[in-house]
């Protein structure tokens, strides 16, 4: 299945000056399929390193830090004449630190040798004191398949329209009734490619249900190889207070809902562990929505998202019935699966540059995103009522350039609100520069 972020690493493959790139995000979420797919379509030849499956690869790192002997050793190994036109791949790369550290010399002797690398758990090798290669090393996110991503397999005739929107109007009745639907499918399957791809193949909720729980269980498995045992069951309460967390009309982190009694410095570590092994989004609470908005982020305050819809729908034990149930889907636990699939949607286009926003008791907006020179306010809305105290309040407040609002309406801009259906939420960056432009003439 094509991804967009297939077109980033044509990107980095065609750098004149080109650094090892380095794939970051949660298992599952395919980066091995995308670093084998970027070395059997466009390198001569490609040569695949998995430091879990055959641990003695470590020895190649451990004992020597030239990196032609260790080109002869991986062609020996790999039987494949490594060369400028062969794309080397390194999996599971948490397993090998020292792999990790000779990823500067590859940049420094070899920058002409292509080097593509991931692990499951590699964002706790990046923070755990290895020695590093600051500056080495190009890094880039991956996520779950989009709605974007996955539409073509479901309706091509829908997505193909979706994909020549050139301006803001509404999405005719024809497919938007049918997107709608199929978004419903999307919040109950999410976009795990593993997940995906059994959909497409059986279109069976209940296979889809039974892969998640031995996903969900494979990640919980990973918990134990945190370093620390007492940190073990620190980080499976965090993980396991998520739907209740969400649930909450006030989607603020509280420890007391982990136990009575608790306090954030028992479980830093375990939230830590959590961010950095792809598993969560932590979204900071913006003291003051200005630019940059990192400089007035509040650290005792934030909330946390599951990185996948369909895990967190797994794992609040809504079952796929909801699909059939008309907006179920949307409003159960006050809209933490809408809200939860919106940042989702947001972190796959924009990053780490989400924050949320309240004036004490008055108002909540429930994130703000700073794109390019302007702070945009953004609501979540799952039900059919739209009207949001909290957004007119911080707009007189604020005066922003732009709002959003996410709902089940259909898409319109005007007097400043920009009101996107669930389903192209995928698409709005495309729509904040359309709305933008129009905003500037």
């Known amino acids: 299945m094509r991804r967009i972020v297939e077109s980033q690493l044509l990107v980095w493959k065609n750098k004149s000056y080109r650094l090892p790139l380095i794939l970051q995000g949660a298992r599952q979420v395919g980066k091995t399929w995308l670093m084998k797919w970027l070395g059997e379509n466009h390198f001569k030849a490609f040569a695949y390193f998995n430091f879990d499956e055959r641990p003695e690869l470590k020895d190649f790192f451990e004992k020597n830090k030239d990196v032609d002997q260790i080109l002869d050793s991986l062609s020996i190994t790999s039987g494949i ?9 390194f999996d599971e790369l948490q397993e090998c630190p020292h792999a990790l550290n000779a990823l500067k010399y590859f940049a420094e002797k070899k920058p002409e040798i292509a080097v593509i690398c991931a692990g ?35 309706d091509e005739k829908s997505a193909n329209y979706l994909e020549q929107i050139k301006k803001i109007e509404a999405v005719p009745d ?13 919040m109950i399957s999410g976009g795990l490619p593993a997940v995906v ?17 031995s996903i969900i269980l494979s990640y919980k498995g990973d ?22 967390q969400l649930s909450r009309e006030n989607k603020k982190f509280v420890y007391q809902l982990l136990r009575q009694g608790a306090r954030a410095r028992e479980y830093e ?58 907006n179920r889907l949307f409003t159960e636990f006050k809209g933490a699966l809408t809200e939860n699939y919106i940042l989702q949607s947001l972190m796959s286009q924009f990053n780490d540059t989400t924050r949320y926003w309240n004036s004490e008791s008055t108002a909540e907006v429930d994130f703000i ?15 059919e009522n739209i009207k949001s105290r909290s957004l007119s309040l911080y707009a007189q407040k604020f005066n922003p350039k732009l709002r959003i609002r996410y709902s089940l309406k ?22 904040l520069d359309i709305a933008l432009n129009s905003e500037a003439k």
């Open 174 to 186: 024809f497919f938007s009734n049918n997107l709608s639907n199929l978004f419903k499918k999307y």
């Open 81 to 89: 004449s490594i060369t400028a036109e062969t794309l080397i791949i």
């Open 223 to 244: 918990f134990a190889k945190h370093p620390i045992m007492s940190d073990i069951a620190k980080i499976a309460q965090v993980f396991d207070s998520l739907p209740a």
């Open 120 to 154: 499951s758990l590699l964002g706790l090798l990046l923070h755990s004191g290895h020695s590093f290669p600051v500056g080495k090393v190009a890094f880039l996110n991956i996520y779950p398949m989009t709605f974007r991503e996955v539409l073509p397999y479901w």
């Open 410 to 431: 259909n898409l319109d801009y005007r007097d400043g609100l920009l009101n996107i259906p669930h389903y192209l939420s995928d698409y709005t960056k495309e729509l």
């Open 369 to 383: 995103l700073q794109y390019e020179n302007d702070i945009i306010p953004i609501e979540v809305k799952s039900e």
């Open 269 to 326: 570590d375990a939230i830590q562990w959590l961010l950095r092994a792809g598993l969560v989004h932590q979204v900071k609470r913006c003291l003051k929505p200005a630019i940059p908005l990192s400089a007035y982020d509040d650290f005792n305050a934030f909330k946390l998202y599951v990185f996948d819809v369909g895990v967190i729908r797994k794992m609040s034990k809504l079952s796929p019935s909801a699909y059939s149930e008309g």
């Open 197 to 213: 791809n059994l959909v497409n193949a059986t279109n069976s909720f209940s296979e889809v249900d039974y892969l998640l729980d």
